[in-house]
C-alpha cells in the first residue's frame, strides 16, 4: 500500500471535499499524512489520517479582516516548503484547493502531484463567458475578468505580492495544474466548455466528509413529516455575516406554510434576527446533506460545495453570490437552467418571496434541475478518485 501526503489550505470550503477523498484512501489501505494546520486536527484525524501541522497564517475569515491577505505570501511560501521537503518521501502528493505555487511543487518532486480543486475548471474561454453574463459582479471585476491584458496585469502585481508565484494569468491557478492528474468536484456536465479539458482532468462528482456529531440535536423528523414546501437558506462559513439575508429569508416565510431552515455555519453562535415566527427553525450548524434530502428549494451563495450537494439532490436554488468563485457559479447555474440568480442588491423580502413562488408553483420550473442531478449522482466519487491516483503508484 502507498503512502500519500495531501497539502491542504485551511478553509472549509476548500478543505471539506478532500476530507472524503482522503477517507477513501486510508479505507483503502494506504497510508495518508496531511499538511494542514492544528485548527483542522479533528477533521484530518476523523479521515484516519495523520496531521502534519504547519502554522496557521490565516487567522479568522478575509471577510473579516482583509488585511490578514498580507500573510497569504508567508503561507504559501511556508507550504510550498512543507510540501517540497516532504514529498519525495511518499509515493504520491496530493495538491488540494487554491495551489499558486503548484507548478513549483511539481518541478521540483520526482513522485506524482495530483491536483485536486474544490471547484470546476477555468480557462480563457469559461472566464470570458460567464463573466460576461455575471450582472452580480461589480462592473470594475467584471470588465477585468474579461479583459486579458487588465487580468494578466492585475494577477501579475497580485501574485508576485500575495501568493509568491510568477502571477501571470489568474486563470493559471484555477485551471488543471497537474501534468499526471486533475481531479474536481465537479461533474463533466456541470463543467463549462467540457471538451476544453484534457483527460488528465477528472470529475468525481460532491464528496461528502466524515463528521462527528456537533452535539446539537436538529428536527430532521421535522422536514420528512412536514406536509409544505422546505426551504433551506446558508451563506456558508466564509460570508455568513450577513444578518440582513438571514432576516429577509425569515421575513418572506414567516408564518407561511413553508418550513425555513436558516443555518448560520457559526459556532455557537446566533444572529440577532428578531422575533421568528415557528416555522423558522434558525441552527449554528446543520446536517446539510440530510436536510438538502427533504428541501423542496435552497437560497444560497453560491459555494461550491452548498451548490454541487442541492444540484445532486436534485433541489432548485436561488443564489445571491457574494465573492470568489461564487459569481461564477451561480451564472454556471443559471446558464443551465439550475438556478436563478437574485444580486445581493437586488435581495429584499418581497424579491425572495415571490422568486420562490415561482419556482414552487411551477410555473418558474427549472428545466436544468434533473439532467444537473443526474450527472452528479452518476459522477465516480471517491471511488474513482482513489481509482485514478492508485493507477500512478
Given at each position: 500500500m502507498?503512502r500519500?501526503?495531501?497539502s491542504?489550505?485551511p478553509t472549509?470550503?476548500q478543505?471539506?471535499?478532500?476530507f472524503?477523498?482522503a477517507?477513501?484512501?486510508?479505507a483503502s ?6 499538511l494542514m ?5 479533528t477533521?484530518?484525524?476523523q479521515?484516519?489520517?495523520?496531521v502534519?501541522?504547519?502554522a496557521?497564517?490565516?487567522h479568522g475569515?478575509?471577510v473579516d479582516r482583509p ?5 497569504a ?22 495538491a ?5 505555487q503548484?507548478a ?5 518532486l520526482?513522485v506524482p502531484v ?9 480557462n480563457?474561454?469559461t ?14 471585476v ?6 486579458r491584458?487588465l ?5 501579475q ?5 500575495l ?12 485551471g488543471?495544474q497537474?501534468?499526471t492528474?486533475n481531479?474536481?468536484v ?5 463543467q ?10 477528472v ?9 462527528a ?8 423528523e421535522?422536514l420528512r ?9 446558508s ?6 455575516g450577513?444578518?440582513?439575508y ?6 418572506a ?6 418550513l425555513v ?10 444572529y440577532?434576527l428578531?422575533p421568528?415566527?415557528d416555522?423558522?427553525?434558525v ?6 446533506t440530510?436536510?438538502l434530502a ?5 437560497f444560497t ?10 444540484a445532486a ?11 470568489g468563485?461564487?459569481f461564477?457559479?451561480?451564472?454556471r447555474l443559471h446558464?443551465l437552467?439550475a438556478?436563478r440568480?437574485?444580486?445581493?442588491w437586488?435581495?429584499?423580502?418581497e424579491?425572495?418571496?415571490?422568486t420562490a413562488?415561482l419556482?414552487?408553483?411551477?410555473s ?5 434541475v434533473?439532467?444537473l ?9 471517491t471511488?474513482l478518485g482513489v481509482a485514478?491516483?492508485e493507477?500512478l503508484?
Amino acid at each position: 500500500m502507498a503512502r500519500i501526503l495531501f497539502s491542504g489550505i485551511p478553509t472549509y470550503g476548500q478543505a471539506n471535499p478532500t476530507f472524503g477523498l482522503a477517507a477513501a484512501l486510508v479505507a483503502s489501505g494506504h497510508t495518508v499524512d496531511y499538511l494542514m494546520p492544528e485548527a483542522f486536527r479533528t477533521e484530518v484525524e476523523q479521515c484516519g489520517a495523520t496531521v502534519l501541522p504547519y502554522a496557521d497564517y490565516l487567522h479568522g475569515k478575509p471577510v473579516d479582516r482583509p488585511h490578514q491577505a498580507l500573510g497569504a505570501r508567508f503561507f504559501f511560501d511556508d507550504l510550498t516548503r512543507q510540501v517540497v521537503g516532504r514529498g519525495n518521501d511518499y509515493d504520491v502528493v496530493v495538491a488540494t484547493g487554491l495551489q499558486p505555487q503548484f507548478a513549483d511543487i511539481e518541478r521540483r518532486l520526482s513522485v506524482p502531484v495530483v491536483r485536486f480543486s474544490p471547484m470546476f475548471w477555468q480557462n480563457e474561454r469559461t472566464v470570458a463567458e460567464l463573466a460576461a453574463q455575471a450582472r452580480a459582479l461589480p462592473p470594475l471585476v467584471r470588465h477585468g475578468l474579461t479583459n486579458r491584458w487588465l487580468r494578466q496585469g492585475a494577477s501579475q502585481i497580485i501574485g508576485r505580492a500575495l501568493f509568491g508565484n510568477h502571477g501571470h494569468d489568474v486563470i493559471d491557478v484555477l485551471g488543471p495544474q497537474s501534468s499526471t492528474l486533475n481531479l474536481t468536484v465537479s461533474s463533466r456536465y456541470l463543467q463549462p466548455r467540457a471538451d476544453d479539458f484534457d483527460d488528465t482532468c477528472v470529475y468525481l462528482g460532491p464528496i461528502a466528509r466524515p463528521r462527528a456529531s456537533t452535539g446539537l440535536e436538529f428536527p430532521i423528523e421535522r422536514l420528512r413529516q412536514h406536509p409544505g414546501p422546505v426551504i433551506y437558506a446558508s451563506l456558508g462559513t466564509i460570508y455568513n455575516g450577513w444578518t440582513g439575508y438571514y432576516r429577509r429569508i425569515a421575513q418572506a416565510f414567516a408564518n407561511t406554510e413553508a418550513l425555513v431552515v436558516l443555518s448560520l455555519a457559526r459556532p455557537g453562535g446566533t444572529y440577532d434576527l428578531g422575533p421568528v415566527a415557528d416555522n423558522i427553525l434558525v441552527y449554528p450548524y446543520v446536517p446539510q446533506t440530510e436536510v438538502l434530502a427533504q428541501a423542496d428549494l435552497c437560497f444560497t451563495h453560491g459555494g461550491f460545495g452548498t451548490i454541487t450537494e442541492a444540484a445532486a439532490a436534485a433541489v432548485p436554488m436561488v443564489v445571491t453570490p457574494l465573492g470568489g468563485d461564487q459569481f461564477l457559479n451561480a451564472y454556471r447555474l443559471h446558464e443551465l437552467d439550475a438556478a436563478r440568480v437574485i444580486p445581493a442588491w437586488q435581495l429584499s423580502t418581497e424579491r425572495v418571496a415571490h422568486t420562490a413562488d415561482l419556482i414552487l408553483a411551477g410555473s418558474g420550473t427549472l428545466a436544468g434541475v434533473a439532467p444537473l442531478a443526474a450527472s452528479l449522482q452518476e459522477a465516480g466519487g471517491t471511488a474513482l478518485g482513489v481509482a485514478q491516483i492508485e493507477e500512478l503508484l
